[in-house]
């Protein structure tokens, strides 16, 4: 069983860092840069960025229509490239607990998981071994922001 891990387009996000405060705030959006090595996961890249690297953290929806509807605030780093990994946890998810949210073609969600850090891989294949299972959705299980969506590949 093979899965692709494929970081989200940074293209969109990019306008936030031309952005006056004025209408970064009517955009519900915030240009921040980082002061960690750990603690700003980028969703296009699926790694943390360094420290001083400008990121918008902005509302992003991982999961459209009916009633798993879903949408939290994700960061996304000026810049960015589009991470994609194959049969592999990015850094910024292995580091994490995950909650893994499997669902089916029809956005129903078929099952959903824990895998604590450094054990996604697993819990990904498990999940996987469910036919019904198109796709999964995994979230910070801590903060609960989108990380990343997994796809058969």
Do not use: K, W
């Not at 790694?47 to 009633?67: K, Y």
């Not at 893994?100 to 895998?115: S, Y």
Request: glycine residues 6%.
């Amino acid at each position: 069983m093979t899965y692709r891990i494929t970081g989200i387009d940074p293209e969109p996000y990019q306008r936030f860092f031309t952005m006056s405060d004025t209408d970064l705030t009517a955009a519900n959006a915030v240009v921040m840069t980082s002061d960690a090595r750990v603690g700003y996961p980028c969703r296009a890249a699926l790694d943390d960025v360094p420290p001083e690297t400008r990121l918008v953290l902005v509302n992003h929806v991982s999961h459209e229509g009916g009633p798993y509807a879903a949408s939290h605030a994700i960061f996304v780093s000026e810049n960015a490239d589009r991470a994609d990994y194959i049969d592999r946890v990015p850094p910024a998810l292995d580091r994490r607990i995950l909650s893994l949210r499997a669902f089916g073609a029809d956005g129903m969600m078929a099952d959903a998981c824990l895998a604590q850090r450094g054990e996604a891989d697993r819990a990904i294949r498990a999940l996987f071994e469910n036919e019904a299972v198109d796709h999964i959705d995994a979230h910070n299980a801590i903060r609960g922001c989108f990380a990343a969506r997994v796809e058969r590949a």
